[in-house]
């Protein structure tokens, strides 16, 4: 196995290959990535062998912005006889056995790209899991308890005839079948994009660390408010908010009393004297250059502390545009004396954006 497949969105092959072919080449690792568009997922085949597993193992899978999961697989196992798919499978899993040990693996995703056509083959999918599971099991696998340490077997179908068979390192790969965060639309909250602050909040801060980190008592400030779908997700979680936005807030935010509605321009407010925000959340819409200059300037005057923004990304050369956004604002808090971390990643609920996440501290 010398391959990777990457899931990721439709219409996002090419920067997921982009993406994927520089990471490698910072390992010393090089290959040529195969693209096939709105295919939903792309395989970055390493000219060495043992190049991939290397890859899965050393690239952390948090720094990847475009891929929602990252696997080894085999060589595309095609027409697959109806009757018995599951025998050449287990085959080649059997061949790598000797190479992997298949005893840690702990769990089986039978997986589709996240496409229309693919999703025929979901049905088949959830199907064949249980008969493929129990002949997995039966050579001795799928039983590894230390969840952390171990792997995932991964069978991704392409046709109901063809699929490819692999594996992930449970330590550094998307813990959603399918890289998909399965989450459900709060009927109190104002719109469908507070999906998108759940999901990143899900996706930067560890679950051990969010009631520290986002809890009661603490200042958020949300650019481009209105409706309050982002508003929501602060307010839930005990914050007060200043919510800035010359559209109208929804009445449920007003009436929890943990909102100040602030009629302004994002570009313009300012947190109030002496006060300090936790988090900064924006969500508008505007050039990805505009917005990094404007998180830039709050995060040097330490306006606040801890922020999740949006980019809302061009139709051309949406990696380039994106590393040079990062690259700026990395290249600014270093200048003025900031320690910081930086994750971005085009999140399930996101479309032609990704969501950024930074986090500062004084040296």
């Not at 109190?188 to 507070?194: D, K, L, V, W, Y």
């Not at 919510?243 to 100040?260: F, N, P, W």
Request: charged content about 25%; proline content about 5%.
């Amino acid at each position: 196995m010398n391959k990777l497949a990457l899931y990721c969105r439709i219409g996002f092959e090419k920067e997921t290959a982009a993406e994927i072919t520089e990471k490698a080449a910072e390992q010393g690792v090089f290959g040529f990535a195969r693209v096939k568009e709105n295919s939903g997922y792309v395989i970055f085949e390493c000219y060495q062998p043992g190049e991939a597993d290397r890859l899965a193992r050393e690239i952390p899978f948090t720094q990847l912005i475009f891929a929602r999961q990252m696997i080894v697989v085999s060589d595309l196992l095609q027409d697959l006889p109806l009757t018995d798919r599951i025998t050449p499978i287990v085959q080649k899993y059997q061949e790598i056995s000797p190479h992997l040990n298949l005893q840690q693996s702990t769990e089986l995703w039978v997986e589709t790209a996240d496409t229309n056509e693919a999703k025929e083959l979901s049905a088949f999918c959830r199907k064949f899991t249980v008969p493929l599971r129990q002949e997995l099991k039966k050579q001795g696998w799928l039983n590894f308890k230390s969840i952390k340490s171990g792997i995932t077997l991964h069978c991704l179908f392409v046709q109901s005839d063809a699929c490819y068979a692999g594996y992930s390192y449970n330590r550094n790969h998307s813990p959603y079948f399918m890289g998909i965060p399965r989450l459900k639309f709060p009927s109190e909250a104002p719109s469908r994009s507070t999906l998108k602050l759940e999901e990143a909040i899900l996706t930067f801060i560890p679950r051990e660390e969010e009631s520290k980190r986002l809890s009661e008592g603490m200042i958020g400030v949300d650019l481009g408010a209105c409706p309050g779908g982002w508003s929501y997700q602060l307010v839930k979680r005990g914050l007060f908010v200043y919510a800035v936005d010359h559209g109208k807030m929804a009445a449920s935010l007003h009436d929890t009393g943990r909102i100040e509605h602030c009629p302004e321009d994002g570009f313009k407010f300012q947190p109030p004297k002496r006060k300090k925000a936790d988090w900064l959340v924006c969500d508008m819409v505007e050039q990805p250059s505009r917005i990094v200059a404007l998180i830039g300037k709050w995060l040097v005057n330490e306006w606040c502390r801890e922020t999740i923004f949006n980019l809302k990304l061009p139709m051309k050369k949406r990696y380039a545009e994106v590393r040079l956004c990062l690259q700026k604002l990395a290249e600014q808090l270093t200048q003025n004396g900031f320690g910081f971390q930086i994750q971005a990643k085009h999140l399930y609920h996101d479309r032609e954006e990704i969501t950024v996440h930074v986090r500062t501290r004084r040296h």
